[in-house]
């Protein structure tokens, strides 16, 4: 057979997709990933909540991150030397993944100064490049064994101030450029 | 391979509206068109689209691999000098790429002859992958096939293994993005938008208009999220003269299609490729245009042009045709002329899918004139294997 078995669609059977999904309302908080306690104190210029954020974070990663049997489970998901033998204290030993990054969200007065109180969350990086953390409801996508269900989370630990837009698209033609 | 008028789905409207095909009808104009389509033996599909297909992608990507180290190439395709070596870069590192279509002449009859490659921002891939495929179930089920006949469209399956495969090389966040307005070029990326998130790779999507460029000459998204990698189905020459073009080289961002392909979405690869391949049954002759008076039998092509633009063709007859477009001014090919065959007056350009390295499928565009613009109707095709009494008569 020259052609596919099945073509299936995820999106674009449902709805027309919509440009930027993301919420764009004025709600005031700010959330980071961070790699570091010093990426997090750069952006946020909070050394106290960095460092308590971070603390928190590697706490929760070993409870919360996805488990395995054994390590080349746990690797085949998160990548060669991306894992650790942990213990959940009742000495029932297994796998899971390093902590690669943390999620810092904080709520944010009117006049852009943090309030005080913090949620933070582990960051995982899995196989495919992309950033997890642990679900905070139910119904995660990726669930390796035992532990809490990970999200996709479509992020970087990155951030810059945009200075310009528009500076891409005025070549366009009315109908498409595709060829 | 034949052209055979059939009966349309009833219901086809609907079922593009369920699936956001929104671009059948463009201006009033039909673009999806299933009054007929294309029938071809599974030996023309194999053997003349297929193994050239193939063929010709890893003659082009040889072909990147010479003008990379030679500045004379990269004067020829016009590529501007800031941009050279870090397109030579990109392809020392062999940023991955996704996919590229090849436009062929083809009735039949000899070998298909390549046209051109659109490597860097090809489009009618939703209604190739997906739309067409549809349609050759639904045809099948209702009986207005003959049973068993199949389709060269693997391209789905392709995509979302392409994409599976160059995951962990795509830079996060990853973002796709098309020109605003543009209603073809944002179904195309929703589409392939679709099929990264089939792989399992997490996603946004982002007018081209919309990116933004932080002080020290990053790329941003709307978020202020400095963009990982950026699928962009738009011309790169385009973006290297426009005002944020020049931030690219150093911005760190990746992008899909990456750099390199600039050289193969330049009509100028086709005078390269002949020089190398002279005589190759699927090249047309080929040469940069010195200006002048285009003789006989010969078609000029800029290097940039699109869908079908600024072509002019004297043919063999003496006739010549012209079409209008916005690239005027820049350097030009000359390639010699094989006009399209007609088929009830229609006539067919056949698109040849290469997703990741792999031939997969096509897609067919016939416009009522001998150059294929954007005027041009996309028509399904089917593999039917025909009886041998009918071959014979």
Not at chain 2, 170 to 185: L, N
Request: net charge negative; proline share 5%; charged share 20%.
């Amino acid at each position: 057979m020259k052609r596919s078995r099945t073509a299936a669609l995820l999106l674009m059977s449902t709805a027309p997709l919509l440009l930027t999904a993301c919420d764009r309302s004025e709600s005031a908080s700010r959330e980071g990933l961070y790699t570091s306690v010093e990426a997090c104190v750069a952006q946020t210029n909070d050394s106290n909540t960095c460092q308590q954020a971070f603390a928190k974070a590697q706490q929760d990663a070993v409870a919360t991150a996805p488990r395995f049997a054994n390590r080349e489970e746990c690797e085949a998901s998160y990548g060669k030397e991306k894992c650790a033998e942990r213990n959940d204290g009742a000495s029932h030993s297994f796998f899971g993944p390093l902590m690669t990054g943390f999620f810092l969200s904080q709520m944010m007065s009117r006049n852009g100064v943090a309030a005080n109180g913090f949620n933070s969350a582990p960051a995982f990086r899995d196989n495919n490049g992309g950033w997890q953390r642990p679900a905070t409801g139910a119904g995660g996508v990726y669930r390796g064994g035992a532990g809490t269900a990970m999200v996709p989370v479509n992020a970087t630990p990155n951030r810059a101030v945009t200075s310009s837009r528009a500076g891409f698209g005025t070549s366009g033609s009315s109908r498409g450029i595709g060829g | 391979m034949r052209r055979v008028a059939t009966a349309e789905r009833p219901d086809w409207r609907a079922k593009a509206a369920a699936c956001g095909f929104g671009f059948h009808t463009i201006d009033d104009a039909p673009y999806w068109d299933e009054s007929a389509y294309y029938a071809f033996s599974l030996r023309e599909i194999e053997n003349d689209i297929e193994a050239p297909s193939e063929e010709l992608h890893a003659m082009a990507l040889d072909m990147v691999e010479r003008i990379v180290g030679s500045e004379q190439h990269m004067q020829q395709l016009a590529i501007p000098e800031p941009y050279r070596d870090w397109i030579a870069q990109s392809w020392r590192e062999r940023q991955p790429h996704l996919y590229g279509r090849m436009d062929f002449a083809y009735d039949g009859t000899g070998p298909a002859k390549l046209y051109e490659l659109n490597y860097d921002t090809p489009t009618s891939l939703f209604e190739a992958a997906f739309f067409q495929w549809q349609w050759l179930e639904d045809q099948l089920a209702r009986g207005r096939l003959p049973a068993g006949s199949d389709q060269f469209n693997s391209i789905y399956e392709s995509l979302v293994e392409a994409f599976g495969t160059i995951a962990r090389g795509i830079a996060r966040p990853f973002h796709f993005a098309a020109v605003r307005d543009s209603v073809e070029d944002q179904g195309t990326v929703a589409y392939l938008r679709d099929c990264a998130l089939q792989a399992g790779i997490d996603c946004g999507a982002l007018a081209i208009e919309d990116i933004g460029i932080s002080a020290d000459g990053r790329f941003t998204d709307l978020d202020d999220q400095v963009i990982g990698c950026l699928f962009k189905l738009y011309p790169l020459e385009d973006m290297f003269r426009e005002s944020f073009g020049q931030h690219l080289p150093h911005s760190g961002l990746q992008l899909i299609e990456p750099p390199w392909k600039a050289l193969l979405s330049n009509k100028g690869i086709l005078p390269l490729l002949w020089d190398a391949h002279h005589g190759h049954p699927n090249l047309l002759p080929a040469e940069f245009d010195a200006g002048g008076e285009l003789p006989r039998g010969w078609v000029r092509k800029p290097l940039h042009s699109r869908e079908g633009a600024n072509i002019a063709m004297h043919l063999d007859d003496g006739r010549e045709l012209r079409t209008d477009g916005p690239y005027r001014d820049g350097p030009c090919i000359r390639q010699a002329c094989h006009p399209l065959t007609g088929f009830d007056g229609h006539y067919p350009l056949i698109g040849s899918w290469v997703v990741g390295d792999r031939a997969c499928g096509i897609g067919i565009r016939e416009d009522s004139s001998l150059v294929t613009q954007d005027s041009a109707r996309f028509v399904p095709h089917a593999i039917v294997e025909e009886a041998r009494g009918v071959l014979m008569a």
